[in-house]
């Protein structure tokens, strides 16, 4: 069966750091793979989907970047976090068929003070 | 931009009583996905419903889809306390593959003991 992990599962980070969370996918290959953005309460914002290795589209502009390395390796980076970078970030597989759900890790909770 | 909202936005019921969920959308859809996500933890796909549907039903849950009023309902029967979550509707942008989903804002949905 497939499996996603995402960690660390909470990460306090200062002002002006970087920051790297990582994600990886397991009984499957090939997966389309996603990274959203929760704010508290909120529902979720698309940042970064990417079909294939090396593969990344943007939704949106931001301080943030992604990276897949490895097929089911997909990589969220910045280089210098801001205030507005704190929430809750989440990473989800699909298949490559259309009308695929979507298969969501635990999150990462992001402070960044 | 936010495709779907739904509608309450936290719903408060008491055990064994029936939970109902409204999501409207703005745009035409391909398909609408219902997802539920327990306090701090990721989301878990509940059901899909093709445009060409008017109602999907998985255990306790019952979901129908109005294309011509552009809206969703889920509806849970006979609810129980582990009911207790926030529920989002979500939408595939037409003409593409994958998933790239867009989520309403949630229903907070409270189930007493």
């Known amino acids: 069966s497939q499996t996603i992990h995402q960690w660390p599962a909470t990460l306090v980070q200062p002002v002006g750091s970087p920051l790297s969370l990582e994600c990886t996918v397991e009984?499957?290959?090939?997966?389309?793979l996603y990274w959203y953005r929760q704010a508290a309460g909120r529902g979720l914002q698309l940042l970064f989907y990417?079909?294939?290795?090396?593969?990344i589209s943007s939704e949106v502009p931001q301080n943030l970047s992604a990276s897949r390395p490895q097929d089911r390796q997909f990589i969220l980076s910045s280089k210098k976090l801001l205030l507005s970078d704190s929430g809750f970030y989440l990473c989800?597989?699909?298949?490559?068929?259309?009308?695929?759900?979507?298969?969501f890790g635990n999150g990462t909770r992001l402070t960044v003070t | 931009s936010q495709q779907g909202e739904e509608d309450p936005q936290a719903l408060s019921i008491q055990e064994g009583e029936n939970a109902t969920m409204n999501c409207s959308y703005k745009?035409?859809?391909?398909?609408l996905q219902w997802y539920r996500q327990n306090s701090g933890r990721g989301l878990v796909h509940l059901i899909l419903?093709?445009?060409?549907?008017r109602e999907k039903h998985s255990g306790r849950l019952r979901v129908t889809l109005d294309t011509s009023k552009k809206s969703s309902s889920l509806l849970i029967t006979a609810s129980r306390a582990a009911d207790t979550a926030s529920y989002f509707c979500?939408?595939?942008?037409?003409?593409?593959?994958?998933?790239?989903?867009?989520f309403g804002e949630g229903t907070q949905l409270t189930v007493n003991p």
């Open positions: 989800a597989w699909s298949t490559d068929r259309y009308n695929s759900p979507l298969h």
């Open positions: 009984g499957t290959s090939n997966p389309n």
């Open positions: 990417s079909v294939g290795i090396g593969q």
């Open positions: 745009t035409s859809i391909n398909n």
């Open positions: 419903i093709r445009s060409n549907e």
């Open positions: 979500a939408t595939p942008p037409m003409q593409t593959s994958g998933s790239r989903l867009t």
